[in-house]
C-alpha cells in the first residue's frame, strides 16, 4: 500500500483538492492501484488562527513516513502574514524533505487559447527545473538597528556546490532523454556578481559531461522576453529558486492560464516523501465561488502518480485532461473561456479518466 497524505490548504485548495483526489479514485480504481490517500489538517492558516502556528510540532513525524504529499495551496493573507504562512508550511516541506527539484511543465494544450499570437499546440512545449531548497530563498539575514533611520535588512543568497549540481544534474539528465535535447539556463551574472557566475562556472561544468545536450544561457531579464517571443525554443530550463518560481509562472501563463500547471516537489533519493500541488496559489479573490480550475491540481496528480510509479495512470489522467480541454462541448472554468464549475470540470476528467480517452 502507498499512503498518501493529503493537504488541501486554504481558499481554492478547499475545491481544487476535492476535485484532485475524484480523478486519483477514479484511476485508482480502474487500474487497481494501490493508493490510500490521509487527510490531514494542518499546513493552512485556520489551523493557525487556533494554534498560532502553521503545523503540529510532531509534523515530520505525522507524514515524514508516507509515499508522496498531495498539497492543495496555502496562504489567507487577510489573517495571516504570508511569509509566515509559508514558511511555516510549503518552504518547511521543501527543505525538511530536501525536495531539491521543483519540476514544471509549460505546455500549450489542445482546446486553449495562449495569449501569445499564433501558438498552437507544440509551439509551448517545456519543463521549467527549479533549484527548491536554496539560492536567494534563504534565512540567512536579518534587520539592525530596527525602527531607526539606520535600519538595514540583509538577506543572503545561498549556493552551495552540492545543491547547485544536484539540479543541474537532473536537469542534464531531463534533457538528455528529451528529444530536442536542449537545456537553457537562467542566469543573471552580469549584475548578481558572485552567486550567479558561479551558478554559469557549475553548468559549464555540467555540460562537459553532457556532449549530447545543446545547452544555451540567457540573463533573466531577456530570458523573459524569449519566453513571450519565441517559447518554442525553449525544451528544458534550469533555474535558481527565485528565478525559476518567477518562470514557472510566465511560462503557464503563455500556454493560457497558470491554473494548469503543476509543480512536482521531487526528493530524487526518496529518502523523504515527494510534493505534489498546482502551481498557483490559493486565489482569495475568487475562493469560495466554485470557480477555481482544478486542472494545475489534477495534473499535479498525474505527475504523483508517475513518481509512484503508475505510469499507465499517469497516461490516462493527461489523456482525460487533455480530451477534455479539447472538446468545446466539454465544461470549462471561467479562466478558459467557460463558465462550468470547478466541480463539473473536475467530474468531467474523472469521467474520461474512468473510461478511458
Ligand atoms: P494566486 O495564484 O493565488 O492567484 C493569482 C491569480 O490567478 C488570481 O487572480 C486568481 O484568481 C487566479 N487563479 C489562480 N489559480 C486559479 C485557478 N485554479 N483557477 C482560476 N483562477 C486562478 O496568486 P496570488 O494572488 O499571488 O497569491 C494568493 C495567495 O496564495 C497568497 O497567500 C500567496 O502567498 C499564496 N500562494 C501560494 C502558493 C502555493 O501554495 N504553492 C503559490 C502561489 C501563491
Ligand atoms: C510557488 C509559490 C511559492 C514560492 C510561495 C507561495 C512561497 O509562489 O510555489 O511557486 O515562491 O515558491
Ligand atoms: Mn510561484
Redesign the pocket.
Known amino acids: 500500500m502507498q499512503r498518501i497524505a493529503v493537504l488541501a490548504?486554504d481558499?481554492?485548495?478547499q475545491e481544487?483538492m476535492p476535485e484532485g483526489l475524484r480523478v486519483m479514485r477514479a484511476v485508482a480504481e480502474r487500474f487497481g492501484l494501490p493508493l490510500r490517500f490521509e487527510e490531514f489538517d494542518f499546513a493552512n492558516c485556520r489551523y493557525y488562527e487556533q494554534h498560532g502556528q502553521m503545523m503540529p510540532s510532531d509534523w515530520k513525524d505525522q507524514i515524514g513516513g508516507h509515499d508522496a504529499i498531495f498539497?492543495g495551496?496555502?496562504?489567507?493573507?487577510a489573517t495571516v502574514p504570508?511569509h509566515v504562512?509559508?514558511w511555516g508550511s510549503?518552504l518547511q516541506f521543501r527543505r525538511e524533505f530536501d525536495q531539491y527539484v521543483n519540476l514544471r511543465p509549460a505546455r500549450l494544450m489542445p482546446g486553449v487559447r495562449s495569449p501569445l499570437a499564433g501558438r498552437q499546440p507544440g509551439d509551448i512545449d517545456m519543463w521549467i527545473v527549479r533549484e527548491n531548497t536554496e539560492g536567494e530563498y534563504s534565512s540567512v539575514g536579518g534587520r539592525m538597528y530596527p525602527g531607526t533611520e539606520r535600519e538595514i535588512v540583509l538577506q543572503e543568497t545561498v549556493m552551495s556546490r552540492v545543491g547547485v549540481d544536484r539540479v543541474l544534474r537532473f536537469a542534464f539528465e531531463l534533457a538528455a532523454s528529451r528529444p530536442r535535447a536542449r537545456l537553457t539556463s537562467a542566469t543573471k551574472s552580469n549584475g548578481i556578481a558572485i552567486t550567479m557566475p558561479y551558478w554559469d562556472e557549475r553548468v559549464e561544468a555540467m555540460a562537459a559531461q553532457y556532449p549530447g545536450v545543446g545547452v544555451d544561457k540567457f540573463h533573466i531579464d531577456i530570458l523573459c522576453a524569449h519566453f513571450v517571443q519565441r517559447p518554442q525554443h525553449f525544451d528544458v530550463v534550469v533555474a535558481s529558486n527565485l528565478f525559476g518560481d518567477i518562470l514557472s509562472d510566465l511560462g503557464p501563463a503563455c500556454t493560457g492560464?497558470?491554473?494548469i500547471a503543476p509543480?512536482a516537489n521531487l526528493n530524487p533519493t526518496r529518502e523523504w516523501p515527494s510534493l505534489f500541488?498546482?502551481?498557483?496559489?490559493?486565489?482569495?479573490?475568487?475562493a469560495g465561488k466554485g470557480?477555481?480550475?482544478?486542472i494545475?491540481q489534477i495534473w499535479a496528480g498525474a505527475m504523483m502518480l508517475d513518481f509512484l510509479g503508475h505510469r499507465a495512470a499517469h497516461d490516462a489522467v493527461m489523456a482525460a485532461i487533455e480530451t477534455v480541454l479539447a472538446d468545446p462541448a466539454a465544461p470549462k472554468?471561467?479562466?478558459l473561456g467557460g463558465s462550468a464549475s470547478c466541480t463539473q470540470l473536475g467530474q468531467a476528467i474523472a469521467e474520461a479518466a474512468k473510461i478511458g480517452a
Open positions: 490548504g481558499g481554492i485548495g481544487t498539497y495551496a496555502v496562504g489567507w493573507p504570508d504562512s509559508l510549503l492560464t497558470i491554473a509543480s500541488e498546482p502551481v498557483h496559489g490559493s486565489a482569495p479573490d475568487i470557480i477555481a480550475n482544478p494545475g472554468t471561467r479562466d
